[in-house]
């Protein structure tokens, strides 16, 4: 039904800043609620960010308040991780996720998500 594509990613130190982008093809963005997932080696995957279909509601996950934004444009089946002033704990694999979910308006659950992306690599040294 969709098909999502991480980029981005790459080798920066600490404090520098990354833009990751999700492309979507087969549905529009529109349909679902996004949101952006992390996973080092050895460890769970962990929630990083969500956002609603319309762009107004946004949530994260406290340890990347106040650095991180997301952002999707439903025009261009395209969303977005801008990561500012990155840590080394930030280091992990990124994945976007779609979740049709009529009754929710962001979503955070990994279980909640049906569709995800391949992953883009995110590393952070210090």
């Known amino acids: 039904q969709v098909q999502l594509v991480e980029s981005g990613g790459g080798l920066v130190q600490a404090g520098d800043s990354l833009r990751l982008s999700c492309v979507a093809s087969g549905r529009a963005f529109s349909n679902y609620a996004l949101g952006w997932f992390r996973q080092a080696p050895g460890k769970e995957r962990e929630f990083v960010a969500a956002?609603?279909?319309?762009?107004?509601?946004?949530s994260y996950i406290d340890s990347v308040k106040g650095r991180f934004t997301i952002s999707r444009d439903n025009a261009k089946n395209t969303m977005s991780l801008q990561m500012n002033s990155l840590k080394p704990e930030d280091t992990a694999v990124y994945s976007c996720a779609a979740a049709q979910r009529p009754g929710m308006v962001v979503v955070k659950g990994p279980h909640e998500y049906e569709f995800w992306g391949q992953g883009t690599q995110v590393t952070v040294s210090s």
């Open positions: 956002i609603s279909r319309s762009s107004i509601i946004k």
